[in-house]
């Protein structure tokens, strides 16, 4: 019943910006941490972000002083603003949200279909 949704991929030049979001929706609860994931060819998934419910971040090394997630709890939405991208940055990037739904007791761990990101240099 929930659903993780990515928008914003697409191709920038490299130096560009580029912004992504996710929507979770349905018989949501509450949220707690969220996070953007990526993975290019040949690698496994990695993280890049994540954020609490209380708005503590963390970033992969690659990404720090670049990339800037937020989230917006009353719209069940979280971003990833993203700066000076890199053509080592090109690779899908998922959407991760711990939830619990309405009708559950313990959070679940949902997934977005993926947003392609592909940096041009």
């Known amino acids: 019943q929930v659903q993780l949704v990515e928008s914003g991929g697409g191709v920038v030049q490299a130096g560009g910006s580029l912004r992504l979001s996710c929507a979770a929706s349905?018989?949501?609860?509450?949220?707690?941490?969220m996070g953007w994931y990526r993975q290019a060819p040949g690698n496994q998934r990695e993280l890049v972000a994540r954020i609490t419910s209380g708005g503590s971040t963390n970033y992969t090394d690659s990404v720090k002083g670049r990339f800037t997630i937020s989230r917006d709890n009353a719209k069940n939405t979280v971003t990833l603003q993203m700066n000076s991208l890199k053509p080592e940055d090109t690779a899908v990037y998922y959407c991760?949200?711990?939830?619990?739904?309405?009708?559950?007791?313990?959070?679940?761990?949902?997934w977005g279909k993926g947003t392609l990101v592909t940096v041009s240099s």
């Open positions: 349905g018989s949501i609860f509450s949220i707690d941490t």
């Open positions: 991760n949200a711990a939830v619990l739904g309405s009708y559950y007791y313990n959070y679940i761990n949902y």
